[in-house]
């Protein structure tokens, strides 16, 4: 395996041991077990949609505590606004520059995937997160939560709000971003399966053309004047969800729609604080960048290939993980803030 650079041989063990160490259960009844496999020297590269955001720059964080702890490298680095054309260029830089491991959240997944490809046909592993690559592009998926969570989350918020009954738009992402696309695919047929839900009518969703701050704020303009009898909007994304709550607030709606969705909870804190949302939701961040760091360190060594039903653990109490149809693992569950919670998280 190449990217085994150092061994720490324990006492006399051969070196059958050894490779037998790397494989154990890094986590045991809880407790951190010593890690018999460092990377020295190996270096890896994260890549978020775009740089500049609390929840990348988290999973970051996150990812580069466990990167330390296994003897791995981390480099960090991305477009500063929305675009597969540039994150295609990181590809190639970090495949050049002889990175062993890749973790991406794809601003389009078509777009670049042919590029992961190639970098794997050199030797890259390549580990998604927070927003999938085409699975052939990829080893593992790490989500942050699951999409079914989501989805229930999000209708639980709005509708609790409004006795469930009356209708609302998504302001989503960019239309190409996968993860929005299966979220409110996932949110739609619940809406259509579930009789909690069925006096809740879902009116459009809305997809700006980049993932700024400044379009979430024009659309979520275009939105309260084209359909001013909705209840409220769910905005499945950080950047949306504060910009829409900017607006509400500006144009003094507090008490006519409710905005709620998946927000960072710095982000949030003024709307929340203020009254104007009650409720918004999101994952771990950084829990999700160290799952992923962890997830890449088992297919670095070659014991994480994606196939369903294989199980691993990892350090620090992060605990062990078992992947999912499509290589796909979760990384947690998604958390509800409001005024009774949001000062004891920071993330």
């Not at 990812?63 to 490298?73: D, E, H, I, L, N």
């Not at 969570?149 to 738009?169: C, D, K, P, W």
């Not at 507090?254 to 604080?273: A, F």
């Amino acid at each position: 395996m190449k990217v085994l650079r150092n061994w720490r041989l324990l006492g006399t063990a051969s070196a059958a041991l050894v490779v037998a160490a790397v494989a154990t259960l890094l986590t045991v009844g809880g407790a951190t077990a010593r890690i018999a496999h460092r990377a020295s020297g190996t270096t890896l590269f994260m890549l978020p949609k775009f740089t500049g955001i609390p929840p990348f720059t988290q999973a970051d964080q996150g990812a580069a505590k466990v990167a330390k702890a296994y003897g791995y490298t981390l480099k960090y680095g991305g477009p500063t606004t929305g675009s597969a054309t540039q994150q295609v260029n990181f590809i190639n830089n970090a495949a050049a520059a002889g990175d062993k491991g890749l973790f991406i959240s794809a601003d389009n997944p078509a777009a670049v995937s042919p590029a992961l490809n190639r970098a794997r046909a050199h030797g890259m592993k390549v580990v998604s997160f927070d927003s999938d690559v085409e699975p052939n592009a990829r080893t593992v998926y790490v989500e942050g939560t699951s999409a079914a969570s989501i989805a229930q989350t999000e209708l639980n918020m709005l509708g609790s709000q409004i006795h469930y009954r009356g209708s609302f738009v998504i302001l989503s992402a960019q239309a190409t971003d996968s993860n929005q696309v299966l979220w409110n695919n996932v949110l739609k047929q619940d809406l259509k399966k579930d009789k909690k839900y069925k006096n809740m009518k879902l009116l459009a969703i809305v997809n700006p053309p980049n993932d700024g701050t400044p379009a979430a704020v024009q659309y979520t303009q275009s939105i309260i004047q084209k359909y001013p009898t909705m209840k409220g909007i769910i905005a499945p994304t950080t950047v949306a969800v504060a910009a829409a709550a900017q607006v509400v607030k500006q144009q003094h709606l507090c008490s006519k729609y409710v905005v709620t969705g998946l927000g960072d909870p710095q982000q949030m804190k003024p709307y929340v604080t203020s009254g104007c949302v009650k409720q918004f939701a999101l994952w771990n961040f950084a829990r999700e960048g160290e799952v992923a760091m962890c997830t890449m360190h088992y297919v670095l060594i070659g014991k994480v290939t994606g196939k369903e039903g294989q199980t691993y653990s990892c350090p620090d109490g992060l605990g062990k993980f078992k992947v999912g149809p499509q290589g796909t693992v979760k990384a947690g569950n998604a958390e509800v803030f409001s005024k009774k919670n949001l000062k004891a998280f920071t993330f």
